[in-house]
């Protein structure tokens, strides 16, 4: 906006268990080295076998080096939005990210100077990073966004706020169907029918365990000693 530039970055991605441990570590290592501090949001479910791959993400983070540097927040997106009410949003998931949401702050650059840098990312997962992760990171950008618009001395304007809210929304509904049609070869499928969900769970599944026993047997604590 004129001299003035303001981003938030936000990061989203399947849950890296399909992936060998040592791939798991160097993901969130990239992560750290890159973006600094990380709060991982999972929005898995606890039915349809979704528990199970929740709690294997669980484990798996708490066993790696990165357990007391990244904050693991659950929350049952199906569950705790039902029906289409986002309360739960404010209510519960806000109160669990709003300090980091504080510390980690945005990026802002004007008057030929970067006034403020942003020193952490929130990494948003589902089962396929579609719909729901890109409800909740929709919903996360707006939030920082208000606090984007004051620190660039906007809020004292309601009607250019809420053109600012508009936009944003139209183009996050865009990008999320781009994603969707990138990914599945169909637009964003939040709220109509979708593809058979145990089929492709069990897949999924299947898959991780498989890469994960493998890469188990890889590493140096797994190995018997002569």
Same mark, same amino acid.
């Given at each position: 906006?004129?001299?003035?530039?303001?981003?938030?970055?936000?990061?989203?991605?399947?849950? #890296?268990?399909?992936? @060998?441990?040592?791939?798991?570590?160097?993901? !969130?290592?990239?992560? $750290? $080295?890159?973006?600094?501090?990380?709060?991982?949001?999972?929005?898995?479910?606890?039915?349809?076998?979704?528990?199970?791959?929740?709690?294997? !993400?669980?484990?798996?983070?708490?066993?790696?080096?990165?357990?007391?540097?990244?904050?693991?927040?659950? !929350?049952? &997106?199906h569950q705790m939005v *039902?029906?289409?009410?986002?309360?739960?949003?404010?209510?519960? =998931?806000?109160?669990?990210?709003?300090?980091? =949401?504080? %510390?980690?702050?945005?990026?802002?650059?004007?008057?030929?100077?970067?006034?403020?840098?942003?020193?952490?990312?929130?990494?948003?997962?589902?089962? @396929?990073?579609?719909?729901?992760?890109?409800?909740?990171?929709? &919903?996360?950008?707006?939030?920082?966004?208000?606090?984007?618009? %004051? %620190?660039?001395? =906007?809020?004292?304007? #309601?009607?250019?706020?809420? $053109? !600012?809210? %508009?936009?944003? $929304?139209?183009?996050?509904?865009?990008?999320?169907?781009?994603?969707?049609?990138? &990914?599945?070869?169909?637009?964003?499928?939040?709220?109509?029918? *979708?593809? #058979?969900?145990?089929?492709?769970?069990?897949?999924?599944? =299947?898959?991780?365990?498989?890469?994960?026993?493998?890469?188990?047997?890889?590493? #140096?604590?797994?190995?018997?000693?002569s």
């Amino acid at each position: 906006l004129d001299d003035s530039l303001s981003s938030f970055i936000q990061i989203r991605g399947s849950i #890296p268990l399909f992936w @060998d441990v040592h791939f798991f570590y160097r993901h !969130f290592s990239t992560l $750290r $080295r890159l973006y600094g501090k990380q709060v991982v949001i999972n929005l898995l479910g606890v039915k349809e076998g979704e528990h199970m791959l929740s709690k294997a !993400f669980v484990s798996h983070l708490k066993a790696s080096e990165h357990a007391s540097a990244i904050q693991m927040i659950n !929350f049952d &997106y199906h569950q705790m939005v *039902k029906g289409g009410k986002t309360d739960k949003l404010n209510t519960v =998931l806000k109160a669990q990210i709003q300090k980091f =949401l504080d %510390e980690c702050g945005f990026f802002h650059f004007a008057a030929d100077n970067i006034q403020r840098c942003q020193s952490g990312t929130i990494r948003t997962n589902c089962l @396929d990073c579609l719909d729901r992760t890109n409800s909740v990171q929709g &919903y996360i950008g707006l939030e920082m966004l208000s606090k984007q618009l %004051e %620190e660039m001395g =906007l809020t004292e304007k #309601p009607q250019l706020v809420a $053109r !600012f809210v %508009e936009v944003f $929304r139209s183009m996050w509904s865009v990008n999320g169907d781009s994603i969707s049609k990138i &990914y599945a070869g169909t637009g964003a499928l939040e709220g109509k029918a *979708k593809v #058979p969900k145990l089929f492709v769970l069990l897949s999924k599944c =299947l898959q991780f365990f498989s890469l994960f026993l493998t890469s188990l047997k890889a590493l #140096p604590c797994c190995k018997s000693h002569s």
